[in-house]
C-alpha cells in the first residue's frame, strides 16, 4: 500500500522519556507526500481560515474526521491513512497505552503559526485529547523552535525540553494531565500539519481534573 512506510517510521522511531514520553524523528514522510501536505497549507486563504474557522470544528457525532479548514485536499487520501485506526493503533502500541478506537474521533488541521506568535503552557487533556500527531515543515530548519516540553506548568524554556523544528520532521505524544508543553515565539514562521486523537463526549479519564484546571 501507498502509505504502509508510515507505520513502520513509527515503529522504528525511538521513544523518548525525559520530561515524559515523546517521539521526535526526521525524514517521517516520503517527499512527494510531504510536498502534499506543503501545497495544502499553501492553498489556504489564512484571513478566512482565521474568520470562519469555528464553522468547521466538528464534533464527535460527525464521522471520524473534520474538514481541513480551506485547503485544496490534494493530501486528502495521506490524512485519510494519518489518521486511520491503523496508524492509531500503532502510535498506541509505542506509548503502551489501550484506548478503544470506538470513543475516539480525530480532529486535524494545517497550523501557522506567525514570527512572534507562542502558546502558553498547557496540557491538551483540557480539550479532550488523547494523542497527538505533527508534522512540520518550515521553509528551513532550526534547532528550535519546535514544541517545549515541560516538567511542570510554567517551566522556564531554558530548562525545558525543547525540540528542534525541522523540514519533515514529526512529534507525538499521549496527552496527560501532566504532559506540560508550549510554543517558544521568536523569528520564525512555523507551518504545520497537526491531528489530534480525541476522546468522545464522556470517554476522557481526566475528565475530574480536566474541571478542577478550569476551575483554577
Same mark, same amino acid.
Do not use: C
Given at each position: 500500500?501507498? #502509505?504502509?512506510?508510515?507505520?513502520d517510521n513509527?515503529? /522504528?522511531?525511538?521513544v +523518548?522519556?525525559v520530561?515524559?514520553?515523546y ?5 517521517? =514522510? ?7 501536505l506543503? @501545497?495544502d497549507?499553501?492553498s ?13 470544528i466538528? *464534533? ?9 479548514? +480551506? *485547503?485544496?485536499? &490534494? *493530501?486528502? /487520501?495521506?490524512?485519510? $491513512? =494519518? ?5 492509531f493503533?500503532?502510535?498506541q502500541?509505542? $506509548? ?13 488541521? #494545517?497550523?501557522?503559526?506567525?514570527? !512572534?506568535? !507562542?502558546d ?7 480539550? @479532550? ?7 512540520f515543515?518550515?521553509?528551513? *530548519?532550526?534547532?528550535? +523552535? !519546535? ?8 517551566? &522556564? +524554556?531554558e ?13 507525538m #505524544? ?8 508550549a510554543?517558544?515565539? !521568536?523569528?520564525? =514562521? ?6 489530534? #486523537? ?8 481526566y ?6 484546571q478550569?476551575?483554577?
Open positions: 500500500m501507498e #502509505f504502509d512506510y508510515i507505520i513509527i515503529r /522504528n522511531a525511538k +523518548f522519556t520530561p515524559w514520553p517521539i521526535n524523528t526526521t525524514d517521517f =514522510l516520503k517527499i512527494e507526500h510531504l510536498q502534499l506543503i @501545497d497549507w499553501h489556504i486563504d489564512w484571513k478566512l481560515h482565521e474568520e470562519k474557522k469555528e464553522e468547521y466538528r *464534533s464527535w457525532e460527525e464521522p471520524n474526521w473534520v474538514r481541513d479548514y +480551506f *485547503s485544496a485536499e &490534494s *493530501s486528502k /487520501n495521506l490524512k485519510d $491513512f =494519518l489518521s486511520s485506526k491503523e496508524v493503533d500503532e502510535i502500541n509505542k $506509548f503502551d497505552v489501550d484506548k478503544n478506537w470506538e470513543n475516539i474521533w480525530v480532529k486535524r488541521m #494545517f497550523k501557522r503559526d506567525d514570527p !512572534g506568535h !507562542g502558553y503552557s498547557h496540557t491538551d487533556v483540557t480539550v @479532550d485529547s488523547h494523542m497527538v500527531l505533527q508534522i515543515f518550515p521553509d528551513q *530548519s532550526y534547532n528550535e +523552535f !519546535g514544541t517545549v516540553l515541560q516538567k511542570y506548568e510554567e517551566e &522556564s +524554556f530548562t525545558a525540553v525543547e525540540l528542534p523544528m525541522q523540514i519533515n520532521s514529526v512529534t #505524544f499521549v496527552n496527560t494531565p501532566t504532559t506540560w508543553h510554543v517558544k515565539p !521568536g523569528n520564525r =514562521l512555523r507551518k504545520s500539519y497537526i491531528q489530534r #486523537f480525541l476522546y468522545k463526549e464522556g470517554h476522557n479519564p475528565h475530574e481534573q480536566k474541571l478542577i478550569l476551575a483554577g
